[in-house]
């Protein structure tokens, strides 16, 4: 599926324009932050430093103009990770100017059911991130940018079906 020499890490150092992430899965506790998320199931507060290098890169992206936006297909009940990502993750990128949408899927079909997760870099350039059936992330694959359309097709459904995240979460969050 690759077809790029590019990686996922040069599309978040190039991008002029906007970056977009589709998320799929309920679980990503094997991915990453391992650490805080059992800080987080044990009770403890979010510590201040908490995603401060994402925050920080965030930052600088936003701050000369970039978009970084996502959309989290998700149900309810929530699982305990995504109180954790939600209520941690999300609100604290928040501050780096990350804006973020769920398309809940509770009680009604899902409009992207089968679409991997992704980043969608200006409308251009796609990486499809790979996980295992745990949630562990495997890598990911820089596509064809004749397959763009493709992906931005499903970006733009998924904002259509979407709501911010701070009205979802005031209503079925914390």
Known sequence: MTSSSKTLSDLFDS???EAFRLETLDDYSKSGNVD??????AGESQPENYNAGWVD????HTESGKRVYRVHILSRPLTDYLRFELGWGYRKNMTGGEEFFILDVTDKPNPLAGVP???CFDSGSVAVMNYDGTGKYLGSDVLDPGRAAEFTGYRDAALTAAQPF???WAE???
């Open 15 to 17: 991008f002029q324009r």
């Open 36 to 41: 805080a998320y059992q800080a987080y199931l």
């Open 57 to 60: 890169e965030l930052r600088s």
């Open 117 to 119: 997760d992704f980043w």
């Open 166 to 168: 701070s009205d979802w």
């Open 172 to 174: 079925y969050g914390a």
